[in-house]
């Protein structure tokens, strides 16, 4: 299974953006798929999740209101729609796939940089 996102870029503050992320593989029904962001100097954080058949997604609370994150699974894809960006939100943005059955797997994607200027 690989990961690859797009999407990100530069954008001013208040501007929207939609990142994307597409998986490969034979084999591709995670229990569960997330963004994370990590900024310079700082730790990766998670900035959301969605569980298994999309049925249940979570949000940090720095992002709650102003980011969605969905999936299609016809296409085996994950978005974040994220609106309202603040220069905070600046960060490598990752996606996570997680499955803990067989066929196991635990991947990230290479990253897409998101730049929110003031």
């Known amino acids: 299974v690989q990961l690859v996102e797009s999407g990100g870029g530069l954008v001013q503050a208040g501007d929207s953006l939609r990142l994307s992320c597409a998986a490969s593989?034979?084999?591709?029904?995670?229990?569960?798929m997330g963004w994370y962001r990590q900024a310079p100097g700082k730790q990766r954080e998670l900035v959301a999740t969605?569980?298994?058949?999309?049925?249940?997604?979570n949000y940090a609370d720095s992002v709650k209101g102003r980011f969605t994150l969905s999936r299609d699974n016809a296409k085996n894809t994950m978005y974040l729609q994220m609106n309202s960006l603040k220069p905070e939100d600046t960060a490598v943005y990752y996606c996570?796939?997680?499955?803990?059955?067989?066929?196991?797997?635990?991947?990230w994607g290479q990253g897409t940089q998101v730049t929110v200027s003031s």
């Open positions: 969605i569980t298994s058949g999309g049925g249940s997604t």
């Open positions: 593989g034979s084999t591709f029904s995670p229990d569960a």
């Open positions: 996570h796939a997680k499955r803990v059955t067989w066929p196991k797997y635990d991947v």
